[in-house]
């Protein structure tokens, strides 16, 4: 019987491995924007409707651990940093795709 | 500027629309194996590692009252009850193939 391994964790589905590692309302959608392109923290906090700012570290953190993103200090003043999409970050493009496609369906134009 | 209506809820950003509507651990556990052919609770409950009897009933009935699957009582004595995709249900198979084959990259042969 095949089983999938994600670092120390074994999972019998292959779905289910990716629920557990990726999953999380909150690592879906910064990926997502940092998918379009880098983006700086302000941006993120801005861009994902309702997200704290503790919610947000957290999320950065985790991602950067689990090796989907990349923090890139620029070393100025006032200080430039951006996250980035790692290879294996890039590899969930698919998933964040279907995702934002079956979204659409839900598309209403309002006039603000 | 664009905004997401499901249902009565309304969302700036349409991967939010479906993180909020179709994520949650088990949803999309019973999707994936109900995409790939019509199933009984029993057969979900074996499928699914780690799901309580509670929580598959409680996530039937809501992807039910979502509009993404439908419960079939062939009135059979022993009874005979199944689950399968709506029309709504198969426009998320997109989303479940990539989760899928982005899982599939972590599978190991086990002898067992």
């Given at each position: 019987?095949?089983?999938?391994?994600?670092?120390?964790?074994?999972?019998?589905?292959?779905?289910?491995?990716?629920?557990?590692?990726?999953?999380?309302?909150?690592?879906?959608?910064?990926?997502?924007?940092?998918?379009?392109?880098?983006?700086?923290?302000?941006?993120?906090?801005?861009?994902?409707?309702?997200?704290?700012?503790?919610?947000?570290?957290?999320?950065?953190?985790?991602?950067?651990?689990?090796?989907?993103?990349?923090?890139?200090?620029?070393?100025?003043?006032?200080?430039?940093?951006?996250?980035?999409?790692?290879?294996?970050?890039?590899?969930?493009?698919p998933v964040l795709l279907a995702l934002q496609q079956w979204g659409m369906r839900y598309k209403t134009e309002?006039?603000?």
């Amino acid at each position: 019987m095949a089983t999938f391994l994600y670092q120390d964790r074994t999972f019998e589905c292959p779905v289910q491995l990716s629920m557990n590692v990726i999953m999380g309302k909150w690592k879906v959608l910064v990926l997502w924007h940092v998918l379009r392109r880098p983006r700086r923290y302000g941006e993120l906090k801005r861009l994902i409707q309702g997200i704290s700012h503790k919610v947000l570290a957290e999320t950065l953190k985790s991602l950067e651990e689990d090796g989907f993103l990349l923090r890139i200090d620029f070393h100025e003043n006032p200080p430039h940093v951006e996250y980035q999409l790692t290879d294996q970050g890039r590899e969930l493009e698919p998933v964040l795709l279907a995702l934002q496609q079956w979204g659409m369906r839900y598309k209403t134009e309002s006039l603000t």
